[in-house]
Structures are given as structure tokens and as C-alpha cells.
């Protein structure tokens, strides 16, 4: 803000001396103020959500197509991603076209990646979103392959994740592929549990505050209300659910293995 006061100052002073200056001022600041009101997710949130489309859905082409083939419930999971968000006819024809590019075997998942990582700059929401997409994809025929892993921590590099971020998307996929500990009709297996600490983001020698307060900071963090804030579409909120679901289940496998 201070740039558009001195500025306003400055030009205030050359046409009206120190009464310019200060009516100068005074109308750099409004403007300034005008300005930091406008949030740069906004700005850009079109441009941002039709790259979403394109790369969620081409990337999971990719991924469907990993281990050789397409299953039908990996179509089916297609569907229904495209239900959850709402899509309309051209939408629809859209995510379809990209799904089949996303399949050829020239298809450049590294420049699909770099340019959804740069029209998204900034919105870590939408790149939540998109990586919980792509572990349902993955998941849909009930197991998750070699290819398929490997190819999901490929774009999660590609986004710029850290070794920590990488660790809990391992975790996330072995999660899902588990479904957690039965549901909690039996005790979380020592795996399971090593899957839960890294996706709450916490050691197990972490006391039972410390776990609660950093499972409520990813709550906050990743609740639906809180992203929509942030520009992510209401279509896409089925899918960030997911997030907090998983990071329920997480939460809840921790506290049954601690309280015995």
C-alpha cells in the first residue's frame, strides 16, 4: 500500500504543492486499499479451474492406463468425478477429451504437470484437490499398481512437493488402498498406524495434545468452507471431503490404538 500512497503524494504535490501532497496521499491510500481487497485467487480462479479440468483429467487417463490397460471401474470413477463436480454438457466433453489424451502413449505428464503448477501458482487448495482425485482414480479397481504409484509421485514431484508432503501421499495411497483399519473392528495394524502419524503430520511419541492440535490444524487447514474461501468451486467440494475424511480416519486410528 505505502507505493500507491507515495506515489498519490508525490503527483499530489506537483499540481497542488503540500494541500495536493496531502489529498494525494490520502487518495493513494484508498486506492491501495481497493487493491489489497482483491484476492489474486480470484484473478486468476478461471483460468486456474479450465487448467484443472484439463490436467485432473488427463493425468488420470494417464494413470488409468499406467498398468496396460483401462478398467471399467476406473471409468466408472471418471463418472462419477464428473457427477460430484457438476459438470455441464461441455465440461463433460471436456474432462472426456482430456481422460483419452491423457491415455496416448505420448501424452507429456511432465509439461501437463509444469503448466497446471503454474497456472495454479499459489492455490495449494486446487492441487489438493487434484492429487485426492487422483489416489480415487487409482483406487477405483481396488488396488493401487506399481506404475500407478509411481507415476502419482512423479506429478507430486512435479508439483513441487517436499520429501514430508511425498511421505504423506505415500501414506494417503496406502491408506486408501487399505480403507483403514476395517472400519475400526479391529485394532490399526503397526503399519496402518505409521501411515496415520505421517498424514496427521506428527511422531508417535507425540503426547495426545499435541496429536489433537495438529489433527485439528489440518481440519481447519483442509475444511471444504475454508477452500471455497479461497476460490475452490462448490462443484469441487465432494472431492475435498475426501481430504478431511481421510484425515478423520487417520485421527480416529491413533486414538483407538491409544486407547488400547
Known sequence: MFPAILIGAVLGFAFGR?????????????????????????????????????????????????????????????????QRFRFTPDQRKQAIAAFNRGKQPDFDVDNEVRRFRATCRGQVHLIQVFLTAQIQVAIADGQITDNERELIFRVGRGLGLSEQDLARLDASLRMAQGGGAAGGRRPPQRDELADAYKIIGVSSSASDAEVKKAYRRLMAEHHPDRLAAKGLPESMRAVAEQKTS??????????QARAG
Open 246 to 255: 481421510e484425515i478423520t480416519r487417520a485421527y480416529d486410528l491413533i486414538k
Open 18 to 82: 503540500l494541500p495536493g501532497m496531502l489529498m494525494g496521499a490520502a487518495f493513494g491510500w484508498w486506492i491501495g486499499r481497493q487493491v489489497g481487497r482483491i484476492s489474486p485467487t480470484k484473478l486468476i480462479a478461471g483460468a486456474a479451474q479450465h487448467q484443472f479440468l484439463e490436467t485432473t483429467f488427463a493425468v488420470a487417463g494417464a494413470i488409468s492406463k499406467s498398468d496396460g490397460r483401462v478398467d471399467k471401474s476406473e471409468i466408472a470413477a471418471l463418472e462419477a468425478m464428473m
